[in-house]
């Protein structure tokens, strides 16, 4: 761990607690049930809290666990494998491969569009274990059935 993942968790719960004050206060409730439509930005946002203080206390612990005289070697698990493509050129790939999925959702609607660009994106963040790949589609399934089922949310 870095000082940076503290950091970053620290700009992360500042977001959190920022869409806990505003978002939720944008929605206006309808009717009288106790979950309404303020329930789910609003348990978002206490989720990025409590995940991003979570992420700040690991860093912090692993910093002051570590051994001073030590050198800051990265384990052998967290080395990232050399990309081909520079830093910039891979993330507006990755960025307009977004955009491509954000627009084809109305044309060929959520879970097809999900099966063709989910699949791209994993192999883009190279994951590159083809047993997780199967799995994409009962998550896919499983997320289309909460919107449509439980929240009654109509997805594309």
Aim: proline share 8%; aromatic share 12%.
């Amino acid at each position: 761990m870095k000082k940076s993942d503290a950091i970053c968790g620290g700009l992360l719960f500042l977001c959190g607690g920022v869409i806990y004050l505003m978002i939720p206060g944008q929605i206006r409730e309808v009717g009288t049930n106790s979950v309404g439509p303020r329930a789910f930005p609003t348990f978002l946002a206490v989720l990025l809290m409590l995940c991003s203080l979570g992420l700040a206390a690991q860093s912090l612990y692993a910093c002051r666990s570590q051994k001073p005289g030590a050198a800051a070697q990265a384990p052998a698990s967290e080395k990232q494998p050399r990309e081909k493509l520079p830093g910039t050129l891979y993330a507006l790939l990755f960025y307009g491969l977004l955009l491509m999925y954000a627009f084809s959702l109305q044309m060929l609607g959520y879970i097809l569009a999900s099966v063709v660009f989910l699949p791209l994106m994993l192999y883009m963040l190279n994951m590159r274990r083809p047993a997780l790949y199967p799995l994409l589609i009962p998550i896919i399934l499983g997320i289309y059935w909460v919107f449509q089922g439980f929240l009654h949310v109509r997805l594309p």
